[in-house]
């Protein structure tokens, strides 16, 4: 599976909107991109899922430029409520198993 | 509707005791997969079950088990407990477990081992 790189942490001010990069250089064919949400001693929560150009849901946007070798989660407006951290994950759009490899995340801090 | 659901929340064992977790999946979701997340790290993965059959193990040793009950229920056993176990130990359920299933996650059973 491919490697993602995140920034480790980040900070933005109530109302702003925050963008999240992530890198994987070796994305391959069949990856496809998810973005999980997780507070503290809670579960991860699924925010949203792309393979290329961009989607978009209630919660937030993601962009993937054509090469698919990054994407940005972009979170409009943020709220104290939005601190988090934020995993980037990649995956077999074609597998058969569910497996997800996380990385460390970004921290985001949202400062009122 | 009832999310992923997870017992005990906490539970402090000594080192070389057992543990014994448990997960309920959302209503309709036939897999269950478990992770570990030491503080200040990414969850990791450790086991998927589907229809009661493994599907996937992550780097774990031996002495974490898992398995699926008819019912889609499923139990995760630690042995021979050490200090490193101490972890959060999350579940999460999805419909098929295949590579595009959203994976929904229930709190989590911290679990200490002094």
């Known amino acids: 599976l491919a490697k993602t790189t995140q920034p480790i942490s980040m900070d933005s001010y109530e109302g702003q909107e925050v963008n999240i990069t992530c890198s994987h250089n070796n994305i391959a064919t069949n990856d496809y991109i998810t973005w999980y949400q997780q507070f503290p001693s809670q579960g991860p929560r699924f925010i949203i899922q792309?393979?290329?150009t961009k989607v978009t849901n209630e919660v937030a946007s993601l962009f993937i430029p054509a090469d698919r070798k990054s994407s940005t989660l972009s979170l409009p407006r943020v709220s104290l409520s939005d601190t988090a951290v934020y995993y980037c994950?990649?995956?077999?759009?074609?597998?058969?198993?569910?497996?997800?490899?996380f990385g460390q995340g970004t921290t985001l801090q949202v400062k009122p | 509707d009832a999310g992923v659901t997870q017992s005990p929340t906490h539970l402090i064992k000594t080192r070389g005791q057992h543990v014994t977790l448990r997960c309920s999946p959302i209503?309709?979701?036939?897999?269950v997969s478990w992770y570990q997340q030491v503080l200040g790290q990414g969850p990791q993965f450790i086991f998927q079950?589907?229809?009661?059959?493994?599907?996937g193990r992550g780097n774990f040793p031996d002495r974490f088990s898992a398995r699926q009950f008819p019912n889609y229920s499923s139990e995760l056993n630690v042995n021979a407990l050490l200090l490193g176990d101490s972890a959060l130990y999350l579940c999460?359920?999805?419909?098929?477990?295949?590579?595009?299933?959203?994976?929904?996650f229930g709190p989590g059973t911290r679990l200490t081992v002094l």
């Open positions: 994950l990649v995956g077999d759009k074609a597998g058969n198993t569910g497996k997800l490899i």
């Open positions: 079950y589907y229809e009661k059959e493994e599907r």
């Open positions: 792309g393979y290329k």
């Open positions: 999460a359920s999805s419909l098929e477990g295949s590579g595009t299933d959203t994976q929904y």
């Open positions: 209503s309709g979701h036939k897999s």
